[in-house]
């Protein structure tokens, strides 16, 4: 499990994990994310029940366990928050963040001490003491009920599935040719986004941001010039088709 630091400053910092070379073969590589304040850290996307052990100890080289009280799933998918039930028992107080449509179903993979905070369909946010992260509407992007995470100061939106490529575990971190990128993320975005009503209203949201990096849960990161680029894509691509 690689870690990559993408923002760093004495209120907080931000943390990539991801490029799992121990992983089963057949599960896809997924990029975790961690924003650790003074005191209180919170894990986004944590992840499959596959990834928590090499997850747990990444995340040990860089905080205790006990700052760790936040989780946050931008959706319901198992590749987001299977690994609750083994949080749940390394986490008895922490709280999650996650879409209040998907409660019922997120509990299925196990829930008995960890808090459940519903997100409401407008969003919201997530305060680590002085640190305010927003949560942004993703709806349809994939899932019915969908946050991305904005932080203002560092300027990073984790934009869940948006912006994903299935890449090998040797992949760069960061997009250096968004051109020859376009061909390991269209796919993707064409089958696995169900809504070109969405997908503009997404796009009209984020483009009042200020952004400097987009951060995917799968694939390379967005930096700079690429964030435009994509939006750009993005705008132009017709989604919703399976062939």
């Not at 948006?162 to 020859?180: C, H, N, R, S």
């Amino acid at each position: 499990m690689k870690a990559t630091q993408l923002f760093q400053a004495p209120s907080h910092t931000w943390l990539m994990f991801g490029r799992d070379e121990g992983k089963p073969e057949k599960i896809i590589d997924t990029n975790q994310y961690l924003v650790k304040g003074k005191g209180q850290a919170v894990l986004l996307d944590p992840g499959g029940t596959e990834l928590f052990s090499p997850m747990l100890a990444a995340i040990l080289q860089h905080i205790e366990l006990e700052e760790l009280t936040t989780l946050f799933a931008s959706h319901q998918d198992p590749d987001i928050i299977s690994s609750l039930g083994l949080w749940d028992k390394a986490l008895p107080n922490a709280t999650l963040h996650a879409p209040w449509l998907w409660e019922g179903f997120i509990r299925h993979f196990g829930m008995n001490n960890i808090r459940y905070q519903g997100i409401k369909d407008e969003g919201g946010e997530i305060r680590l003491n002085d640190i305010s992260l927003k949560l942004v509407p993703a709806h349809y992007l994939h899932s019915s009920g969908n946050f991305h995470v904005y932080d203002p100061q560092a300027k990073i939106l984790m934009s869940g599935d948006v912006g994903a490529a299935l890449e090998k575990t040797d992949a760069p971190i960061f997009v250096e040719d968004f051109g020859t990128h376009v061909k390991h993320m269209e796919y993707f975005h064409r089958r696995w986004m169900p809504s070109n009503r969405a997908k503009s209203n997404w796009i009209a949201r984020v483009k009042e941001l200020d952004i400097s990096i987009m951060a995917p849960q799968h694939g390379r990161l967005f930096k700079g010039e690429a964030v435009t680029e994509f939006l750009e894509w993005f705008a132009k691509l017709d989604v919703g088709i399976a062939s």
